[in-house]
């Protein structure tokens, strides 16, 4: 009898879990269903443009510096802090590739790698003075935004310096090779596409089985299922339209794989949890055992890294070093961090609501610039979502 009554009760309670996990999440699915809004309404006015291969593989391009610094500034937001100084680094430390690249001919690995460490070092001077020093993060970043900025000055003399070498510029520019051998599509991208779909679809399906048979809280496999359908099916119309043109971007390839580290960082990692718990309350976190300066210090080393990387793939995209290179970008990084959900309190945020608001603002920028809407109108629209978003968290918290 009790069997009965468990197998008669199932759908209502399904039902209510549906519902729940809907709401608990509204947060994240309202922005990629705003995204997908977005470009459905930019895709009407364009007349098509916006989702032709070869705007896609633009949008990819213009925006992957952009997500790959997101990645970065969502740890530091999380952890209750914020870096203005992102841009100016990028910026410093594409100035610095090009003049070992091409002022004193050095390989482009070693020179990339030099960079690397460069920006690993702005990161742990700017965290050093912020963690140990309790000196207000926004205070030290500004200060790094203007210093930075004056040395990308001093470094490349005010001039431009280029172009690199071919092959460092295969970095921003270069395309996956297609062994293959498609003729009107690039076979190797479209299968890459369905084995990243395939390989997403079974990690999720695998982490909902583990928590049912643990009995922990898992989403209605109807849910999951529709999610995850049209999640895959998303994934390998992307790869499709990309290979319609010349394929899956290098640097395409660069950035998912930062996005899929990052978030196994976040979800699955002892320090991904702590970085959380700072972010949440700092006090209790340290009371807990949690050494929240060290912590706070490696977000900050992690951010230098990252514009490091973004640095190098947008002067490798310039195929030159100008003294104005990632001016603004810092507005654009942290602008994708709040609009895909972090708080600006700390303690919330995830990697692909980063990556979502990253994009929503690239198609905005973009779908504006298609529509030859002028850059001061951009501007104003982009501070108008960037307010809205806030005030929506900030009204949940509250509610």
Not at 67 to 95: E, P, W
Not at 242 to 254: D, F, T, W
Request: aromatic share 10%; charged share 10%.
């Amino acid at each position: 009898m009790n069997t009965s009554v468990n197998v008669a009760a199932r759908p209502a309670s399904e039902k209510v879990a549906i519902s729940t996990v809907i709401k608990k999440n509204l947060r994240e699915y309202g922005m990629l269903l705003s995204l997908a809004a977005i470009m459905i309404f930019f895709e009407i006015k364009t007349d098509g443009t916006l989702l032709q291969p070869l705007n896609l593989t633009n949008l990819v391009l213009q925006n992957s510096y952009i997500v790959i610094m997101a990645l970065g500034m969502l740890l530091v937001i999380v952890a209750g802090h914020i870096d203005l100084s992102v841009g100016s680094v990028a910026g410093f430390i594409g100035g610095l590739a090009a003049v070992l690249m091409v002022e004193y001919h050095w390989h482009y690995l070693p020179a990339a790698l030099v960079c690397l460490v460069a920006g690993a070092a702005i990161g742990a001077l700017q965290g050093y003075f912020v963690a140990f020093h309790r000196i207000p993060s926004f205070i030290v970043t500004l200060g790094g935004m203007l210093v930075f900025r004056g040395l990308a000055l001093a470094l490349l003399e005010g001039q431009s310096v280029g172009p690199f070498p071919p092959e460092f510029q295969l970095l921003s520019s270069g395309f996956i090779p297609d062994p293959l051998a498609g003729e009107s599509v690039k076979t190797t991208s479209v299968v890459l596409g369905c084995l990243v779909a395939a390989g997403l679809f079974y990690s999720a399906m695998r982490e909902r089985n583990n928590k049912v048979q643990y009995g922990a809280s898992a989403e209605p496999l109807v849910f999951f299922a529709i999610k995850h359908a049209l999640f895959s099916a998303a994934i390998i119309a992307f790869a499709y339209l990309l290979s319609s043109y010349k394929g899956l971007p290098n640097v395409l390839i660069v950035m998912f794989g930062l996005m899929m580290f990052f978030d196994f960082v976040t979800n699955r990692t002892t320090i991904g949890r702590r970085v959380y718990a700072l972010g949440g309350n700092e006090k209790a976190a340290r009371l807990s055992g949690i050494k929240t300066d060290r912590l706070s210090f490696y977000t900050f080393v992690n951010m230098g890294v990252l514009a490091a990387i973004a640095g190098l793939i947008f002067a490798a995209r310039l195929n030159t070093a100008t003294p104005k290179a990632g001016v603004g970008f810092e507005l654009d990084v942290i602008a994708a961090c709040f609009i895909g959900g972090a708080s600006a309190t700390g303690g919330v945020g995830k990697v692909m609501g980063a990556v979502i608001g990253a994009f929503v603002m690239g198609v905005m920028n973009n779908g504006m610039s298609i529509l030859g809407i002028g850059i001061d109108w951009q501007q104003v629209i982009k501070g108008v979502v960037l307010v809205a978003a806030v005030f929506v968290d900030v009204y949940n918290k509250n509610k």
